[in-house]
């Protein structure tokens, strides 16, 4: 029986504010006739509440200053949009490869350094796990790609969020497998994918990163090039031996597939 | 545009209100108001298709405490009109009648509680907008709330709280 549940702070609370369930606001009701004290406490706490309220009630309504007006605040965000340098440089790639529409520009424009910097440890454990790995002959991947559909299922499922292989065919590379890495404390998910040259990539992928979504962000390391980014939840990284301009198309495809996938509805770009 | 305009605009009263019960300043609390704004709309494409109201008073809130934390770090500056708003000591008539501003209570609590007295008690959120908005689950909302409605009103009785906030 439910009103059997003894009363505690939060029915009281509930209480005050008028949100209890009938029921409840029953057996509220009941407790406090048994409890003067309480009753008398709770009143003044409704008291002060409508007090509050009361007071500040004049302010919302007050007509609204004209520079709070939307549209007179979009229009301004037009004129001088609030770019940051890194991001603003990324988007400037975009552009440059026409990868991009107009429209898309505000996402990058709006990531945050704090997220770029979470993104620039997770950059240099994959670049790391990179590394140690592409130049391994006998074992470059814990789980080859004939075993596709279970490889990105474990991954999954340690890392905690849906993974995919992107199929990056088109840009001349194959998966060959994928093996799961320790990144601080959390586990991460790399796939390796091999070009007909016998050159490798990786996709590291891990969760974190509060932000729906970041802009690229470029960065090379002893000719190791990487570009690492945070899209729902994931921080993904993508690294090769090759330069900027080679990297950013499979880049592009790859977050393109990914977004295609996780929206139907952006499907077509 | 237009979608966004639609969506903002009924919330910017509420907005304005809670900002100004903060900081108790006109031009500050709508300068804070516009800083939400701004960002939100530049963060719009970002939005999740989470509570619109809670996303937008976790953002005001936010700048409100990091805007305290660099006043803080800089070392606190007050404007004259902040002046106006100490209390003479033993001078104000309201004192002696024991009928004290339900604002001079609230300036009494410490942020977290004015804010979730706010939030809950003049802005109407659900108690789960303000556990998004304050980023604390939902029973410390309730704990929370409890103890500043208890704090309120022993001010309200005895006078005492305010005091001890304007030394600090």
Redesign the interface.
């Known amino acids: 029986m439910t009103g059997e549940r003894p009363i505690g ?2 029915d ?3 209480f ?2 008028g ?1 209890l369930s009938p029921s409840r606001l029953e057996a509220v009701r009941a407790y406090l006739a048994d409890h003067s004290a309480t009753a008398e ?1 709770v009143e ?2 409704i008291e ?2 409508e ?3 009361t ?3 004049f ?4 007509p ?2 004209s ?5 007179n ?2 229009a ?2 037009r004129r001088s ?2 770019v940051r340098p890194a991001a603003y440089a990324a988007a400037l790639a975009w552009l440059a490869i026409g990868g991009i529409l107009g429209a898309w520009g ?2 990058w ?2 990531s945050r350094a704090q997220t770029q910097s979470a993104a620039i440890s997770v950059a240099d454990n994959a670049i790391a796990a990179h590394r140690i790995y592409v130049s391994e002959r006998l074992h470059p991947v814990e789980v080859p790609a004939d075993q596709e559909a279970h490889l990105v299922q474990w991954l999954s499922r340690r890392v905690g969020k849906p993974l995919t292989a992107p199929n990056l065919n088109a840009q001349g590379y194959h998966l060959i497998g994928g093996r799961l890495l320790p990144d601080s404390g959390e586990a991460a998910a790399q796939f390796m994918y091999e070009n007909v040259g016998g050159n490798r990539l990786t996709l590291y992928a891990r969760s974190g990163g509060s ?3 970041t802009s690229f962000r470029f960065e090379e390391q002893g000719g190791v090039s990487a570009f690492s980014w945070i899209d729902k939840g994931l921080s993904y990284v993508v690294s090769a031996k090759a330069d900027r301009t080679q990297l950013l198309p499979i880049a592009e495809a790859i977050f393109k597939q990914f977004e295609a996938a996780g929206d139907p509805a952006k499907g077509h770009l | ?1 237009d979608e ?2 639609s969506l ?2 009924p919330q ?3 907005l ?2 809670y900002a ?2 903060l900081l108790r300043d006109g031009e500050a609390a ?1 300068d804070l ?2 800083d939400t ?2 960002r939100a ?8 298709d989470g509570d619109l109201k809670a996303w937008l008073f976790a953002i005001q809130r936010n700048l409100f405490i990091n805007g305290l934390r660099r006043r803080k770090a800089r070392g606190t500056r007050v404007g004259e009109e902040a002046l106006n708003d100490v209390p003479a000591p033993g001078m104000s008539p309201e004192s002696h009648a024991g009928l004290h ?3 001079k ?2 300036d009494a609590l410490p942020e977290e509680q004015r804010s979730i ?2 939030l ?3 802005e109407d959120l659900s ?1 789960e907008q303000a556990a998004q908005v304050l980023d604390i689950p939902l ?1 410390t909302v ?2 929370r ?2 103890r500043a ?2 704090r ?2 022993d001010f ?2 005895t006078g005492r709280g305010a005091v001890l906030r304007r030394v600090k």
Do not use: T
Request: net charge positive.
């Open positions: 702070e939060d009281l609370q509930a005050v504010d949100r406490q003044r706490e002060h509440r007090a509050l309220r007071r500040l009630a302010k919302a309504r007050e609204i200053p520079r709070l007006r939307i549209a605040l979009v301004a965000q949009p609030l505000g996402v424009w709006a932000e729906a979504q | 545009m966004i305009a903002l605009e910017i009263p509420g304005r209100r100004w019960a709508d108001v516009q704004l701004e709309i530049s963060r719009w494409s970002q939005r999740r501003d339900v604002l209570g609230l007295l706010l809950v008690g003049v108690y029973g309730m704990s709330l409890s409605r208890a309120l009103r309200m009785e």
